[in-house]
């Protein structure tokens, strides 16, 4: 009997503290142990602003989206693939979990082509550098992780067919692999844990969230800046393969597996209009 598929992606913000690490791990085990099969993908944007100011680099974006030079580059991979991904690893593995680091240009995991220049209001078109474009996931070789029991922890990086390597936005990478799986669940942990119509009143939390609800959540303010293109990626998934997706705090304890019952009491869960 096939596993079901849970997709995890944790922010470099929930991976600075030990603490919230160490409960993320928590979390995977139970999911784990109660026999999910899991993938991770991490982010690391403030591991990354830190190391970027020792090198004396300054992070470029327009709209929020990072334009990576080739020293950037050089930063982003030991950020993501050293620091981020190997403090994954490590907490995974003192929890129990079967943890296997690696990035998108590991076996050719994530395949990618540079993206082309953007035009953006006021600025023109705009040369994004060494940032890429998803064109395929090797399900091939994610499946054959999973069927050894491992859990891939992966760093959002693509690599094209001669080896040039590229930043992927990790939202991007991990509706990709969400959807190229089939994913029962996605899971897309946040500090604030959820969607609030007051981010001040944790009672205010919404438990579920549809297309039609979104739009008018997105007219109001309520969902808004950065978590706008967020929530609408995550529903379009659900039209894609995905089973349903929950926005969480991963450190929340019990938190995942009481997502894999569907118990809504934690975070909000993304589903298709009835």
Do not use: Y
């Not at 897309?188 to 001040?200: N, P, Q, Y």
């Amino acid at each position: 009997m096939k596993k079901p598929i849970a997709v995890i992606k944790v922010g470099g913000d929930m991976l600075l503290n030990p603490a919230d690490r160490a409960g993320f791990a928590s979390n995977l085990k139970d999911l784990s142990d109660a026999g999910w099969s899991c993938v991770v993908l991490h982010g690391g944007g403030p591991q990354l602003n830190a190391l970027q100011a020792l090198h004396g680099l300054r992070p470029t974006k327009i709209e929020g989206r990072r334009i990576t030079g080739e020293a950037d580059l050089l930063v982003v991979k030991q950020a993501l693939c050293g620091e981020v991904n190997v403090d994954l690893v490590a907490s995974l593995l003192a929890q129990g979990v079967n943890a296997f680091g690696c990035h998108g240009a590991s076996g050719g995991l994530i395949r990618a082509s540079k993206r082309p220049p953007m035009e953006f209001a006021g600025h023109g078109l705009v040369d994004m550098g060494e940032v890429g474009d998803i064109e395929k996931i090797n399900l091939e070789l994610l499946d054959g992780l999973l069927a050894m029991n491992l859990v891939p922890v992966i760093a959002s990086l693509g690599v094209d067919q001669n080896g040039r390597v590229f930043n992927i936005n990790a939202d991007t990478t991990v509706a990709a692999i969400a959807s190229a799986i089939k994913a029962d669940v996605l899971i897309l942990s946040t500090m604030v844990g959820g969607i609030f119509k007051d981010i001040k009143d944790k009672q205010s939390r919404l438990s579920e969230v549809t297309p039609s609800s979104a739009s008018a959540l997105i007219s109001s303010g309520i969902i808004s800046d950065g978590m706008i293109p967020k929530v609408q990626e995550s529903l379009a998934l659900l039209s894609q393969g995905v089973g349903s997706i929950v926005i969480t705090n991963a450190a929340e304890k019990g938190g995942f597996l009481a997502i894999s019952k569907g118990d809504n009491s934690i975070g909000t869960r993304l589903i298709r209009d009835i």
